[in-house]
């Protein structure tokens, strides 16, 4: 995903001056002052992401070796109270490992799909530099209007189509109640967001919702996502690799991380992870499209314990 790096900013209010005049016996003595109240601490951004791992598969692996067309898809669904300022959406990444890349040591390959409830699609784009090897930190994002205005409590279907042969986007598209859109991204470079020590490589899924602070509105700030899948093309067609919908996992907990380079083998396969420490994550019963349960993805800029 997208590194945004979180920088925590304390506000307090300036004490209040005292009350002026006099008073005498027959009156009541003034108020106290108040006592000034710190506004809460904030972050400059918040990216709550969870993170699937997907590698044995024989199909998987003949892919790792020889990439070629992938797919993620998910259902969203947001309140009425949603900012306009959050974006949230679906991610896939193609991770190179370190003992026998294909392109780079370390490479790490983003296909991410961002939107927000007034009908922007965002794609961090990659450039020359970073496909000769440089990370570019994914900030360099290519915004444009999709023409819709999404409704909240309904669920709509993301879907990114991306050809990691080639490391370029193919292609997304939203389906809804009252939205079809499909957009050709052809062209588009994929982000080499940053270096990723891990031995061996492997595919990744994601959903995730993501909020700034110097865009930040008034709103709530929680999307929720079920169905999850991500697929390969293969020379028997689409084959779906991943398939999750939030049923059997009620907390999230860190990847394991040991440097300098990671053993894929201390990571558990199929299992959600928080993306990263910072990621405010949990599963919900009150809002699902199948089953019993989804995922809450909540992007506030409030520091949480």
């Known amino acids: 995903m997208t590194r945004i790096y979180s920088i925590v900013a304390l506000f307090l209010l300036a004490a209040l001056g005292g009350c002026g005049g006099g008073s005498s016996s027959s009156e009541p003595p003034p108020d106290p002052d108040p006592v000034p109240v710190p506004e809460p601490e904030l972050l400059e951004s918040r990216l709550s992401a969870t993170v699937a791992l997907v590698h044995s598969a024989a199909e998987v692996q003949a892919f790792l070796q020889q990439p070629g067309t992938g797919y993620v898809e998910a259902y969203f669904n947001f309140p ?11 991610d896939q990444e193609l991770i190179e490992g370190v003992d026998s890349p294909r392109t780079f040591e370390g490479a790490d390959w983003m296909g991410l799909i961002a939107v927000n409830r007034n009908g922007q699609l965002g794609t961090p784009i990659g450039s020359a530099a970073s496909h000769a090897g440089a990370p570019d930190d994914a900030m360099d994002w290519e915004i444009q209007d999709l023409g819709v205005t999404l409704q909240p409590d309904t669920w709509y279907r993301l879907r990114g189509e991306v050809d990691f042969g080639t ?13 079809d859109v499909s957009v050709d991204l052809s062209g588009l470079l994929l982000s080499y967001p940053n270096y990723a ?18 865009f930040a509105g008034p709103g709530s700030t929680i999307v929720f996502f ?17 398939r999750d919908g939030f049923e059997s996992q009620s907390s999230f907990v860190d990847i394991p991380i040991s440097l300098p380079v990671i053993p894929l083998a201390d990571i558990t396969e199929f299992l959600w992870y928080k993306e990263r420490e910072e990621a405010v994550l ?12 989804a995922i809450a993805c909540d992007a506030t800029l409030e520091v949480t314990p």
């Open 80 to 90: 009425a109270t949603l900012a306009d300022d959050v974006w949230f959406g679906i």
């Open 167 to 179: 490391r370029t986007f193919t292609g997304m598209s939203l389906q809804g109640p009252d939205v």
């Open 197 to 214: 020590p891990f031995d061996r490589p492997f595919m990744t899924y994601y959903v995730f919702s993501l909020r700034a602070r110097q």
């Open 226 to 242: 079920d169905d999850v899948q991500g697929s390969i093309e293969t020379a028997d067609g689409e084959v779906v690799v991943f």
């Open 282 to 293: 949990g599963v919900t019963n009150q809002v699902q499209r199948t089953g019993n349960f």
